[in-house]
C-alpha cells in the first residue's frame, strides 16, 4: 500500500460570471444541478477514504458562487471526513462580490483558516474589462467582514501586464493591497490561454497588451516593493510575511503527491497524475458509475519524476537542494544534470550555491521559459 497523500484539492466548478482570461474548468453556474453535484464531490471524496490530512484546499471556478446553504453542507462533509485535529491549512477560494454576511457566517463556524480573495485589480474599469463581477468597494467590504469575523489569514490574487495596463496602475494596486494588512499576496502576469475570450480578441488584433520590457519592469516593481515592506518572495507568484506560506501551494511545489476531487480536477496519487472527467454530467455520472472520475492517467516514469521535482522546486525561492534530490532518486545530480545547470547558470539564470541550485531575478520573470529550456535540454541528452 502506497503512503496517502496528506493534501487534497477539492473543486467547485460553478461561476456567476465567466472572466476573459480564464481556462479552469468552469461553468456559469446559473440551471446547473449544484445540489446534485456536491453530493457526488462528497461521495468521490469517500471513495478516497480521505482522512488524515494536513493541508485541505477549495478552488474553482468560484467556490462561493454557491449558496450558503449549499456552502454549509459541503463544508460539514467535508469536515465530517478528516482529522481536524491534524488539518494545518484550510483554505477556500473567494470572491468579493459573492461573500454575503451568511456566507461569511458559515465560514466562521467551519475549520476554514485561510481565505484566498480573487481581487485581480483595484480599477473598476479594468475588472469589466476582465470579465470580474465585482468592484473595489466590494474588495474592501469583504475584507473587512472576513477581518470581523476572526478569519485574517487572507490572500488576494493580483493580474498584472492586463490589456492597456500602465506602470502607474500597478504602483496603485500595489500600494492599495500593502494597505489591506494581509499576511500573503499572489502576483500574476496576464498569460493567454486557448478557448479564452482574450485569446480570441488577441487573434483578431484587438487586445492591446503591455510589451515584455513593461513587463519584466512591472514585475521587477512588484518584488522590490513588496520586500522593502517585509513581503518575502517565496515562490515566482507569490509573497508572505513571515509564518504565512501558502501550505498547501508549497507542496505542489515540493512536488508531493495529493488527491484532487471534483470536476475537471487533477490529482497526483502512487506516481500517477490523473485528471477527472470536466463536463458537469460526465462528472456526476461517472461517479455514479464507479466513485470517482477519472478520465486521463500519466504513469511517471522516474526520468519525468526528477525532471518535475527539479523545475517545480526551482519556483521557489529556496531552490532544490542537491542532496536531498540525490537521496530521493538515487541518482548522482552532477552526472546526471550537472552541464544543463552550467549552462543556465552561463545563461544568468540560475545561481548554484553550495547544495542549493535557484533562480536568479531573470530567472524568476522567465520562469517557464526555464523549465522550457530545462526539459528540451533534458531531452536532448538523451538522444
Not at 520573470?365 to 526539459?375: H, P, Q
Request: charged fraction near 25%; glycine fraction near 6%; proline fraction near 3%.
Amino acid at each position: 500500500m502506497f503512503n496517502k497523500p496528506t493534501s487534497a484539492y477539492v473543486h467547485i466548478p460553478f461561476c456567476t460570471q465567466i472572466c476573459y482570461y480564464c481556462d479552469f474548468s468552469k461553468v456559469f453556474i446559473k440551471n446547473q444541478p449544484v445540489d446534485e453535484y456536491l453530493q457526488a464531490l462528497i461521495r468521490e471524496f469517500e471513495f478516497y477514504d480521505i482522512h488524515d490530512l494536513k493541508t485541505l484546499y477549495i478552488g474553482g471556478g468560484t467556490p462561493t458562487a454557491i449558496t450558503a446553504e449549499q456552502l454549509d453542507y459541503l463544508l460539514t462533509h467535508l469536515e465530517k471526513n478528516i482529522n481536524l485535529e491534524m488539518l494545518e491549512e484550510f483554505t477556500i477560494e473567494a470572491n468579493p462580490g459573492d461573500l454575503t454576511p451568511e456566507k461569511i457566517a458559515v465560514l466562521k463556524k467551519s475549520a476554514v483558516n485561510r481565505v484566498s480573495l480573487g481581487v485581480q485589480t483595484f480599477f473598476d474599469k479594468q475588472l469589466k474589462q476582465i470579465g470580474r463581477s465585482h468592484n473595489e468597494a466590494q474588495i474592501y467590504e469583504s475584507i473587512n467582514a472576513l477581518k470581523a469575523a476572526g478569519l485574517t489569514n487572507i490572500s488576494i490574487d493580483l493580474i498584472y501586464a492586463l490589456p492597456n495596463q500602465t506602470m502607474e496602475q500597478v504602483e496603485e494596486n500595489v500600494r492599495k493591497a500593502l494597505a489591506l494588512d494581509i499576511p500573503h499576496l499572489s502576483l500574476y502576469s496576464l498569460i493567454l490561454e486557448n478557448h479564452t475570450v482574450f485569446m480570441n480578441k488577441q487573434r483578431r488584433g484587438r487586445l492591446h497588451l503591455p510589451n515584455e520590457d513593461i513587463e519584466a519592469d512591472m514585475f521587477t516593481y512588484i518584488i522590490n516593493e513588496l520586500e522593502k515592506n517585509g513581503f518575502e518572495h517565496y515562490e515566482i507568484s507569490n509573497f508572505t510575511k513571515p509564518g504565512f506560506e501558502s501550505r498547501h501551494n508549497l507542496m505542489y511545489w515540493d512536488n508531493v503527491e495529493y488527491y484532487g476531487v471534483g470536476a475537471g480536477a487533477s490529482g497526483y496519487l502512487d506516481g500517477i497524475r490523473y485528471r477527472n472527467r470536466g463536463p458537469i454530467q460526465h462528472y456526476l455520472k461517472a461517479i455514479k458509475e464507479h466513485g470517482h472520475s477519472r478520465l486521463g492517467e500519466d504513469i511517471l516514469s522516474k526520468e519525468e519524476m526528477m525532471e518535475e521535482e527539479f523545475f517545480l522546486g526551482l519556483r521557489k525561492k529556496s531552490g532544490v537542494s542537491i542532496s536531498h534530490f540525490e537521496e530521493k532518486f538515487g541518482v548522482g545530480f552532477e552526472e546526471r544534470y550537472g552541464q544543463i545547470v552550467a549552462d543556465l547558470v552561463k545563461d544568468g539564470l540560475l545561481i548554484l550555491e553550495e547544495d542549493t541550485i535557484r533562480m536568479t531575478k531573470k530567472g524568476l520573470f522567465l520562469g517557464d521559459t526555464v523549465a522550457e529550456k530545462f526539459i528540451i535540454d533534458v531531452s536532448d541528452d538523451k538522444d
